[in-house]
C-alpha cells in the first residue's frame, strides 16, 4: 500500500520531482521494428498473458516474437512478462491492460507507445485522505496482498540455550537441593 500511497502523492510523469518519468517506447511510430517484427511481438505478448484463452495466438509468430520480445521488451517487462513496478512496466501476464485487451489495441501499444500522465494529488488532499484513497485503490484490485510477517527469530540449534541446574545455583547459595 505504500507504493500505491506514493504514487498518489507524486504522481507519473506529473512534473513532480519524485514522480517516475518512465515511457513506453514507440516501436513502430520510431521505426525501431518493422511491422513484421511488431505483428510477431505482438502475438507473443498475447501468448503469455491470460489473454491467451480468448484471443489465440499465431504460436508460429509468437515464437518469431519471442526473440524480438527478448531484445527489445524483456528489459523492462521482464524475461517471463511478470513486469516491474518500479520502471513502471505492468505485467503481461494477466489480461489487465490499461489501453484495451484486443489484439489491435495491444499492437496499437507497441506500435505507438503509451505514456499517460496522472497529476500529483499531494496539494490537494491531506495525508489522512491520500491514505484513504491508497487503501481504496488497493481494494479495488490495485494492489497485492501484504507481505506477511515474517515470524520471531528463534534461537538456532547450533547453539542451544544454557541448561541451568537449579539444584546447583541453590547449592552454591547455600541452599538445601529440591
Same mark, same amino acid.
Given at each position: ?8 502523492? &507524486? ?57 524480438? =520480445? ?25 489480461? &489487465?491492460?490499461? =489501453? ?19 497529476p500529483s494529488w ?12 491508497? =487503501? =481504496? &485503490? ?6 497485492e496482498a501484504d ?16 541448561? &541451568? ?14
Open positions: 500500500m505504500e507504493d500505491i500511497e506514493h504514487t498518489l502523492r &507524486v504522481g507519473i510523469r506529473s512534473g513532480h520531482p519524485d514522480a517516475r518519468m518512465s515511457m513506453m517506447p514507440a516501436f513502430g511510430r520510431d521505426n525501431m521494428l518493422t511491422d513484421a517484427q511488431i505483428s510477431d511481438v505482438t502475438e507473443q505478448v498475447v501468448a503469455m498473458s491470460s489473454a491467451r484463452a480468448r484471443l489465440h495466438p499465431d504460436l508460429r509468430a509468437a515464437a518469431r516474437g519471442a526473440l524480438v =520480445y527478448q531484445e527489445q521488451c524483456a528489459v523492462c517487462h521482464g524475461a517471463t512478462g511478470t513486469g516491474d513496478r518500479a520502471l513502471g512496466a505492468p505485467s503481461l501476464t494477466d489480461d &489487465v491492460w490499461l =489501453y484495451g485487451g484486443s489484439r489491435e489495441e495491444i499492437r496499437r501499444q507497441i506500435e505507438l507507445g503509451r505514456g499517460g500522465v496522472m499531494e496539494r490537494r488532499f491531506d495525508d489522512g485522505t491520500l491514505r484513504a484513497l491508497a =487503501y =481504496y &485503490v488497493h481494494q479495488m484490485g490495485g494492489g507481505a506477511p510477517v515474517a515470524p520471531p527469530t528463534l534461537p538456532s540449534a547450533a547453539a542451544p540455550a544454557p541448561v &541451568v541446574d537449579q539444584d546447583q545455583d541453590e547449592r552454591a547459595a547455600g541452599g538445601a537441593p529440591h
